[in-house]
Structures are given as C-alpha cells and as structure tokens.
C-alpha cells in the first residue's frame, strides 16, 4: 500500500488493476487538452508533484476538506444567491474546487506580455474614437460599425483623461484549445469582476490544503489592492496631497457587492453609493460626517449609461447629476474612463489583432478566436451552413446571455437562430466552437474528473500595465459542459502560476532580496526560567 | 468619513446592544417567573414590563413596524413575549431581528469593520437560525439568551483588539452607548413606581433583585454597594454609579468621549455639549443624595434628556446623508 501511494500514477500505468486510480484514473475528452496530465495519463512535468501529493491524501482527505471549505465560506459571507427549486433565494457557498490550475512560469510570461500588447492596443483605440480617428481614416475599422455601438459615449468626446489612460482595470478571457494555443476569447475594459475571488480562492487553499503548497514556488498575488490604489491615485488629478479616491458600487443589492466591498477594505478606501457623491461647480464631493470633502479618482463599479442622468439614462436613480461635467473639467479621474465600452464590443473584437498592427507596430502574440462578421455576405453564408459546428454571440451582451452553441442546439433552435442572422446579421457575430481545455477537478466524492476552463487575468493600468500573475480560473463543474459562468452551474479554481526565479514583473525587474539575518538580540536567559521552576519543583 | 456610514456603524452598535439587554431582560424575567417575588406582589419587570419597554421603542431604520408588536401588553403571558422577542423573525423587537438587522449593517459596512468583526457578526446570525424556539422553550431559553451574550461579547471584543480605533469605531461606540443607557433608563422607569419609591420595603425587594438580573449586575452590585437590594439603592447603582460599566452614569460619559473623538469640533457640538451638562447633573445629583427629588422624576428627566441627545447626534452627523436621500 505504502509502495504504490509513493509512486501511485507509474503502478497504474504498470498493471492492468481493474479500479481506476481516482486521481489519475480519467480519460480526457477528445480534441481537447488537459493541463495536468498527459494524453496518455501520467502528469505533465510541472504538475508531477502536485498529483503526487494528491495521491498520497487520497479521496478521503478531499471530500473532508470540501466540508471545511463549505463551512468557512458560510461563515465568512463568501457566498453568492441561487434560486432554489422553489423559487425562494438562498445563499450557497462559493463553489472553489480543492485542486489547483498550474501554470508554468515560460507560460505565463507569453500570457502577460501578449496581453499587455492587447491593452494597449485596446486603449490606443479608445483614445482614437474619441479624438483624431485615424484608424477610421485609414480604412481599418468603418466609422459606422464604431458609432452603432451602444456603448460608444458622444457626451466624452474629445475628453483625454489624466496620462491618457481609458482602460485602468481590464480582464481578458483567455481559453486554450486541442492545440494548446492560447486565445482571447473577450475582452473586458469595462469593470470586469472576479479578482475578489482570485485573493479569496488563495487565502483558502493556503488554509484548506497546505500540503499542495509544499515544493511549489507559487508567485503571490495578495498586492492587487496595492497595485490596484497606486494606479488610481496615479491618474487623480494634480491637487495637495494624497489624492482621495473611492469606490462607487450601485449599492449593497448588487450580485458583485462582495467583490466592490471587498476592493474598498483592501485599499483602505471609502465605499461610496450615488447618494454619497455630490457636484458643485463642476468639483465631484462626497457627504461626510464633517461637511463636504473633495473626491479625486471614482473607481466606478457600475456601467457607463447610468453615472449621470444629465448626460447618459434620465431615469438613472444610481447617477450622481453632473459628474461628467466634472468629468469634463477634469477635476475627476474615473476609472474605467467613459465610453470604454466601444473598445470590448463583441463586434469590435475582431479588429483588435489589426489595431496590434496599427498602433504598436506589432504582431499579436495572442490570438483571436476565428470570428465571422455576419453582415458581410460570403462570411454569413458559410456560417449558415455550418450552424451545427459554430457559436453565435449577441454583439452587446456580456455574462453569456443569448449565447448559442451549435452542437448543442437541436434542429428548431439553429432554425431560429438562422432567421435572427437573417434578420439582423450586426447584432451577432459567429464564432469557431473552441474545445477548452480542462483539469482534473472533485467531484463530490474525492474522485477527479476533467472539467472545462477558461482563464481571466486581470491587468492595472496606471503608470504602466501591471498584471497579477494567473487570474481567475472559472471550471464548468457539470460534465462536458463548457459555459463556465457562476450563474449557470460554474466554479472557480486558485490559479497557480509557477516562479523559476526568471520571471520578472515591472519591466526593470526587482533583483532578489539577500537573505535576512535577525539582529543579535539581548541574551534572553531561558536558563533563568528553568531555574526557578527546578528550584519551585523542590 | 462617510455620513451614510457613519449612521449605519451606530445604528449597528444599537442594534447588537438592543439584542444583548432584550435577551438579558428575558433572561430575567424567565428567572422571575420561576422564581417567584419574595414579597407579596407582583414583578413589574416581568412579561408585560418587558414588553413594555421594549414596545414602546421607536422604531430603528431599516426595521419594519408590525401590528403584532405594538399590540397592548396585558394580554401576553410568558410564551407569548418569549416568542415574539426571541426568536420571532417577523416580530421586529425580537432578539433574532436585530441581529439580523446588525448583519444586513454588517454586510454593508464590510469594508469598514474588521474581516473577524464581519465573521463573528455573520455566525451570530447563522448560529441563532438553527434554534427551535417551542423545543427551547420547554426546557428554557437560557441556552439561547446565554448565546447571545457571548456573541454581543465577542464582537465587542473583537472591535476593540481588530478595529482601527478612528471615527467609525468612535460612531459604532457611540451607538452602543446610547442603546446601554436608553435600555437600563426604560427598565429603571418600569420598576420604580412614582411616589413611593424611595421607602424601601419587602415588595420592592423583588422587584430589585429582578431589575438587577436583567441587566446582569446582581454581583456587581454586592461588591459595590454591599447593602441588602432594595429599589432605590439598586435604581441609584444603575443611574450614578460611574464604577459598573451598565450604568447610565458609566454609558453616557463613554458616549460623550465617543463623539469627543468622533467630532472634529467637540467644542461647538450640540449633542456632545448637552452630554456635558448631563453628566454633570448626575454627578451633582450623585453627591447630594436628598436635594434631586423622586427617583423616578429623575428618571424621567435624563430619559428625555437622552432623546434630544439622540435627535442631535442625527443632526449633526446624519442628516446630510439624509438630505441625499430625500433628494433621491
């Protein structure tokens, strides 16, 4: 027994024992790839000793550290509400599974730098909307597809915020097909969430499986809050002193409420509502137990059609009257800047490798998924005919919503899903359906089965792009089933990006720290104590 | 620091202490019961005392007034009362609703209280929902009330050793202590009747020991005073002496350095202003025992005191965010 926990995954490979190796013991799902173990079962090199260490704790110990996962999530309020059978909202858990996603550090480092590229690719675009159009002019993007977008704000044209920063937070979904390319599958410059529960998913797993952590160097990623602040304060307004900076959330009913108050606790800053905010002449304030005090950076968790009823939705009762004026005068940073919708349009996304060209005079290092624009002729003709293989998005909707898969479908779905192309061919897009790659997640009894995943990392853009490395893993936890959203059965993981002692974050690059050695202390006589409890033993 | 939130840590503070002396005062009155009077009347701080007190409050925001805890008192006996103040969710003065309130505040201010505040509030609130009240009625609810004083303990411990002491730590204090004084004041005005309270007689005897088990002073009070209870030593322990920290005496001072601290110009604050005289008219009244007239006209007179001590500390710190609200 001893033998075969030591090197379980060779013993299984060596016999032709009937009982499947609950760890290892599963067969990936054809055309895709799993990150953890080979085609043919054994770990992959990174995650050797990750498995083996799951070996060795065995089912038992998962499903037991799955109960003390619920118990403290319950306890610390990290839940999020689902509708029961009967309609009555309840809070469950938030569903971490116990094993990790592994990233090899030469990996990672193409993740970050392709998605640095893309960002400011995609910020260089949004400052060009709103002012010169030069890619417009230059035949790239057609100035009619950019003004349709819904999310293209007229009341911020010609506005250059501070450093000439829009994009501040972004979060990509990056997913890794057969091949084992990476791919961005959206973007997201408008307020991406989900860094709440990559801190939150590392805290726990430091605290439910600590053995996991033995033998790996896992790069840290507790300074996003830092990050985070410093860049916020970086695009405040000259002004004396510290600037001020909040975070404006819609209020405590919202679904991502944790996540805003969490940003707020972390950086120490104030968590403000719209009642909170006030403008006069055309200087953003916010209502505090001493009078009025000035606000510098807003770091908004709401979407631009409802900050302010002058200027965007009249009937917006979250808006605070004015802000964009204030905006305007520049006497206000807001982060993500207005009208950074345009730039992460489903529509849009298939121009950002050729934005890469155009403003960076680079080539992407990270692709695009294969997309079909519908309205041109011979593009929507060929996915037509292939209904049943490919994925067709609304352009302007984002959490998965009217999402549809073609190989799900049956016959009268595709049939409806023809006739709203035909009928409207800009308000979608077709996409190549792409295999995600999976990892061996719990099931419920301590086994590990395959299970889909995407990946989002989350970038900082103040005086320079900062990406926390790994992101948030987000795991389909029903079986073959790829939609990966918390609102439609899906989990998360704690992402794991490897450190070799290669990698290095902020260009430049932080040499190593030379060990530390604790100054000499005043002799403590521990002898001392022994003494008198011999001499009070006599 | 935020207006808004600056009203949601006090009303926190109140709500949490409202929880603690309601299920000390149940506590109390269940003691009572059982007990019985030494002399031949009746507890005035029992069922109907008790529902008194805790009826007659003003409403706390964010709590839904309901026909059934309003309705008059002389009807209810000992289920009715624990029910509707225990573990009732519907009933907005029970036990179970104000915490749940307090964790409702909790949830918003999570940003502000410390991650072990949130957490101690968060299982207070999980932990009472697993009670059954008929199956802890029959044997006694004093597992359920003694739960609630350890939690209200342990979140209060953990403001002071995890809170950074700053103004939101200064409101969530605040609050409290004004709930502190307000409840010991309504349960004192209960007991003590006008007129003859201060001939100290075997009947009152009773009533001062109950008094002093809802609010869970009886020892403090031997070691203190180191007389026999009767009313009026038990209703002066409560109101003047500055040594036990339940006292009204002990509750106002530690509100009146809460918004000293709070505020940036204790000097022009009213409510920190009229503190002070109150503070030292009970010390004057303390040291001159016979010149302050009935106890229970001095009762009276700090209680309205306190109100308008309550409607100040609104307006000099809340009412700008209400002025949003209107606005809305």
Redesign the interface.
């Known amino acids: 027994m001893a033998q075969r926990a030591r090197n379980g995954y060779t013993y299984m490979l060596m016999t032709t024992d009937t009982s499947p190796d609950p760890i290892t013991g599963y067969a990936v799902p054809d055309g895709c790839r799993d990150e953890l173990l080979d085609a043919d079962g054994s770990p992959r090199p990174h995650a050797a000793e990750l498995i083996a260490t799951l070996q060795r704790l065995g089912p038992e110990a998962l499903t037991a550290a799955g109960r003390r996962r619920d118990t403290i999530f319950m306890q610390q309020g990290i839940t999020f509400e689902v509708a029961g059978s009967d309609g009555a909202r309840r809070d469950r858990p938030f569903p971490l599974d116990l094993v990790p996603r592994v990233l090899p550090a030469g990996e990672w480092t193409t993740i970050k730098r392709g998605l640095a590229q893309r960002i400011r690719a995609l910020n260089a675009f949004v400052d060009d909307v709103y002012h010169a159009h030069e890619i417009v002019r230059a035949g790239i993007v057609p100035w009619s597809l950019i003004v349709s977008r819904p999310s293209f704000a007229r009341p911020v044209h010609g506005i250059r915020p501070p450093g000439g920063v829009y994009c501040h937070v972004s979060g990509c979904d990056l997913v890794r097909g057969g091949d084992g390319r990476w791919r961005v599958l959206e973007d997201n410059v408008r307020t991406p969430s989900g860094i709440s529960y990559v801190l939150e998913n590392r805290l726990a797993m430091t605290r439910l499986m600590p053995e996991l952590f033995a033998g790996h160097r896992v790069r840290a990623v507790e300074n996003y809050p830092t990050l985070l602040l410093e860049s916020l304060q970086a695009v405040a307004p000259a002004g004396d002193g510290t600037p001020t900076v909040v975070v404006w959330t819609p209020g405590s009913l919202n679904a991502a409420y944790f996540e805003h108050a969490f940003l707020a606790r972390q950086m120490g800053v104030e968590l403000v509502e719209a009642s909170d905010l006030v403008v006069r002449d055309a200087v953003c304030y916010m209502r505090t137990t001493a009078g009025l005090q000035r606000v510098h950076t807003i770091y908004r968790r709401l979407d631009d059609d409802f900050i302010d009823p002058l200027e965007f939705r009249a009937d917006s009762l979250l808006g605070v009257p004015g802000l964009v004026r204030a905006y305007r005068a520049g006497t206000v940073a807001i982060a993500n800047a207005i009208g950074t919708g345009v730039a992460d349009d489903k529509a849009v996304y298939h121009y950002v490798p050729e934005m890469i060209r155009f403003y960076l005079k680079e080539e992407p290092i990270l692709d695009n998924v294969q997309t079909y624009l519908l309205t041109d002729e011979k593009q929507r003709r060929h996915v037509l005919e292939r209904l049943d293989e490919v994925v067709v998005k609304p352009t302007s909707e984002s959490g998965g919503k009217g999402v549809f898969i073609g190989p799900h479908a049956s016959a009268a779905e595709r049939q409806r899903q023809a006739e709203l192309i035909e009928g409207d061919p800009e308000r979608f897009i077709a996409q190549e359906l792409v295999h995600l790659s999976t990892v061996p997640t719990e099931t419920g009894d301590g086994r590990l089965a395959p299970r889909h995943v995407d990946l989002r990392p989350f970038a900082v853009f103040g005086d320079e792009i900062r990406i926390v490395p790994g992101g948030l893993t987000r795991v389909a936890l029903r079986e073959g089933s790829m939609i990966v959203n918390s609102s439609q059965g899906g989990g998360s993981k704690d992402t794991w990006v490897l450190d070799d002692g290669t990698a290095m974050d902020g260009g430049g690059g932080t040499p190593r720290i030379p060990v530390h050695r604790p100054p000499r202390l005043p002799d403590i006589r521990y002898g001392g104590w022994h003494g008198q409890e011999q001499q009070q033993q006599q | ?6 009203q949601e840590l006090f009303w926190l503070g109140r709500d949490l202490t409202r929880a603690e002396h309601t299920a000390r005062m149940l506590d109390g009155a269940f003691h009572a019961d059982v007990a019985g009077a030494p002399g031949e009347r009746g507890i005035a701080l029992s069922w109907e005392g008790v529902l008194a007190i805790i009826g007659a409050k003003p409403p706390a925001p964010g709590e839904q007034a309901t026909e059934s805890a309003r309705a008059p008192a002389a009807a209810f006996g000992r289920a009715e009362v624990a029910r509707l103040l225990t573990l009732d969710t519907a009933s907005p003065a029970s036990v179970v609703s104000c915490v749940a309130r307090a964790r409702e505040r909790g ?2 201010l ?3 209280i410390s ?1 072990e505040m ?2 101690a509030l ?2 207070f609130y ?1 932990s009472l929902g697993r009670y059954d009240l008929q199956a802890a009625l029959v044997t006694g609810p004093y597992s359920v009330y003694q739960e609630v004083k350890e939690r209200c303990a342990l979140f209060w411990g953990l403001a002071e050793r995890t809170m950074l002491r700053d ?1 939101g730590r200064s ?1 969530l204090e605040a609050g409290g202590r004004l709930e502190e004084a307000d409840m010991v004041l309504r349960m004192l005005r209960v007991a003590v009747p006008y007129g003859d309270g201060d001939t100290g007689d075997a009947g009152h005897e009773g009533e001062a020991l109950a008094v002093l088990h809802a609010v869970g002073g009886l020892h403090a009070y031997r070691r203190g005073v180191r007389y026999a209870p009767t009313l009026p030593l038990v209703g002066r322990f409560l109101l003047y002496d500055s040594a036990y920290p339940a006292s009204v005496a002990f509750a106002v001072d530690a509100l009146r350095a809460a918004l000293t601290n ?1 505020d ?1 110009q204790p000097q022009s604050s009213p409510p920190v202003l009229r503190l002070g005289r109150l503070i030292a008219d009970l010390e004057l009244q303390r040291r001159t025992l016979d010149g302050a007239g009935p106890l229970a006209e001095t009762l009276e007179r700090v209680q309205e005191e306190l109100e308008h001590i309550d409607r100040d500390i609104g307006d000099r ?2 009412a ?2 209400a ?3 209107v606005h ?1």
Do not use: G, H, K
């Open positions: 620091m935020l207006a808004r939130i600056a949830r918003t999570r940003d502000v991650i949130w957490e968060n299982s999980l103004e409101f709070a940036a710190y809340f700008i965010a002025l949003a609200a809305l």
